[in-house]
């Protein structure tokens, strides 16, 4: 982790950011709760990103996609946030990464969703119905300059990242039995995962399956979404529970070493799925990676522990990547131009240039200096400025991009309505220039702005924060 500036580097590329045209509907059972759930892929805005949201909740609550929330990886990838679950998410999101989609909200009447024939299949066919689109804004990418390793002692299972002109994947695995032994697969580019990897089911070994049923899992199973591999001799009993649970008059044990009547779509198909799962289980990064990924005795564990590497050190680079501005250059505004665009006045009007302004971010500058009323009483004998009066100036630059958007900024206010994920990581003192840059998380749409936004002093990150706010017209 001590050379993590070396190994990944943030670019924008030249390609956009993609959604999907309309909204597209998908009906089936989940695998392991059983229940009747309908998803629904809706687009998203720009730099939204993958996110679930519970439509049979109050509030509709929504779930990002991000490895963070993972509670565990039991037969599935588990999220959770704020007590709301959902489970087994690896599927629908190698979907989308699979088909380069950037940008989709995922809706759920349940915790679930629809395991169709254990395979991401036909979550690519409903997204490609859907028809995919271009969006107004460049796509990020991280590039891996070095290598970056994950391993788990306990199994054995190791995920290893290194420096690559595109994304690509190769899962080796070992089964450690006569009927499935040892398979790789590899995908050399994105474009080939609908026709070599988006059809591959997923599995499970005999003994694990006669566990699960014991446990009352795998619910919604049945023999069209779940290969079985028969790992071990079958007594009368044990046969007679698999044909009540799958609802089956007679099962029988082929000779390849799959129970009943299941055609492999490739003789490695196990292998295949269990790259389907690094895709979707690496999504939870959160962002598009140029790498190559080699996955050996892949699961959901180490998998999701190597997003959770990799976000943090993405996190890191983005923290600590600096933007550096020329403070003698004439500002595009100043205080002027600021006051008749914002309604602050000293001595609360906290930022004294604005450096860049664009429609999707902003740029503003204040000089901390001594005179400032709030030393006085925070603190006499140690002045540092107050994290809430950071927070104010960052939303003040902020009110710069939302009121740019109108024709008559004067006539108009600018209110907060949340603030999210607030950080401080440096003391703001007298003599110090704090730079803000905010840039918008989504679109603005009528007057509501939702923008993260940063603030830095002395080349350090100082504080961060989500902010939402709306501009109302004066009384």
């Given at each position: 982790m001590k050379n993590w500036k070396k190994r990944l580097t943030v670019i924008k590329t030249t390609d956009k950011q993609r959604t999907i045209a309309k909204e597209a509907t998908l009906k089936g059972v989940g695998l392991h709760t059983g229940e009747n759930v309908t998803l629904k892929f809706t687009p998203?805005?720009?730099?939204?990103?993958?996110?679930?949201?519970?439509?049979?909740?109050?509030?509709?609550?929504i779930i990002e996609a991000d490895a963070n929330?993972?509670?565990?990886?039991?037969?599935?990838t588990n999220l959770e946030k704020r007590g709301v679950k959902i489970h087994t998410s690896e599927h629908v999101l190698a979907a989308l990464v699979g088909l380069e989609i950037d940008n989709v909200i995922i809706e759920l009447d349940s915790p679930e969703p629809p395991i169709m024939d254990g395979s991401s299949k036909f979550f690519v066919e409903a997204l490609e119905n859907?028809?995919?689109?271009?969006?107004?804004?460049?796509?990020?990418?991280?590039?891996v300059k070095d290598v970056i390793s994950y391993k788990d002692d306990a199994t054995g299972s190791?995920?290893?990242?290194?420096?690559?002109?595109?994304?690509?994947?190769?899962?080796?695995?070992?089964?450690?039995?006569k009927v499935l032994g040892t398979q790789n697969a590899t995908l050399h580019k994105l474009c080939d995962f609908k026709k070599e990897i988006a059809d591959a089911r997923t599995f499970s070994f005999l003994h694990e399956l006669e566990t699960l049923l014991e446990n009352g899992l795998i619910k919604g199973g049945d023999l069209n979404n779940a290969i079985v591999y028969v790992d071990k001799k079958i007594s009368s009993k044990t046969m007679e529970k698999l044909e009540k649970a799958f609802n089956k008059k007679k099962l029988s044990v082929k000779p390849n070493g799959i129970l009943d009547n299941l055609t492999l779509h490739q003789p490695n198909e196990a292998a295949r799925h269990k790259l389907l799962?690094?895709?979707?289980?690496?999504?939870?990064?959160?962002?598009?990676?140029?790498g190559k990924v080699i996955a050996n005795k892949p699961g959901h564990f180490v998998n999701t522990q190597f997003a959770k590497?990799?976000?943090?050190?993405?996190?890191?680079?983005?923290?600590?990547n600096i933007p550096k501005y020329d403070l003698s250059k004439p500002p595009l505004m100043d205080i002027h131009q600021i006051m008749a665009m914002l309604p602050?006045?000293?001595?609360?009007?906290?930022?004294?240039?604005?450096?860049?302004?664009?429609?999707q971010h902003v740029v503003g500058m204040k000089n901390v200096t001594m005179n400032e009323p709030f030393f006085v009483g925070h603190f006499p004998?140690?002045?540092?400025?107050?994290?809430?009066?950071?927070?104010?100036?960052?939303a003040q630059t902020g009110g710069i991009l939302v009121l740019s958007t109108v024709p008559d900024p004067e006539n108009y206010l600018t209110l907060f309505m949340k603030i999210d994920n607030v950080k401080f990581k440096q003391k703001v003192l007298p003599g110090d220039t704090l730079i803000f840059h905010c840039s918008l998380i989504s679109p603005i749409r009528r007057g509501i702005c939702h923008m993260q936004a940063y603030a830095y002093a002395n080349d350090k990150l100082v504080c961060e924060a989500e902010m939402m706010a709306q501009i109302v017209k004066k009384n």
């Open positions: 998203a805005p720009i730099n939204h990103g993958y996110a679930f949201k519970r439509v049979d909740l109050e509030g509709e609550p929330y993972v509670i565990n990886t039991q037969r599935g859907a028809g995919i689109v271009e969006q107004e804004a460049d796509r990020e990418e991280y590039i190791e995920i290893t990242i290194i420096p690559s002109d595109t994304y690509q994947i190769t899962a080796m695995v070992d089964f450690g039995t799962d690094v895709i979707g289980d690496l999504a939870l990064a959160g962002i598009r990676i140029r590497k990799l976000s943090k050190i993405i996190k890191m680079e983005r923290r600590n602050h006045r000293p001595p609360f009007l906290l930022i004294d240039r604005i450096l860049e302004l664009s429609d004998d140690a002045p540092v400025m107050p994290g809430v009066l950071q927070v104010e100036a960052m």
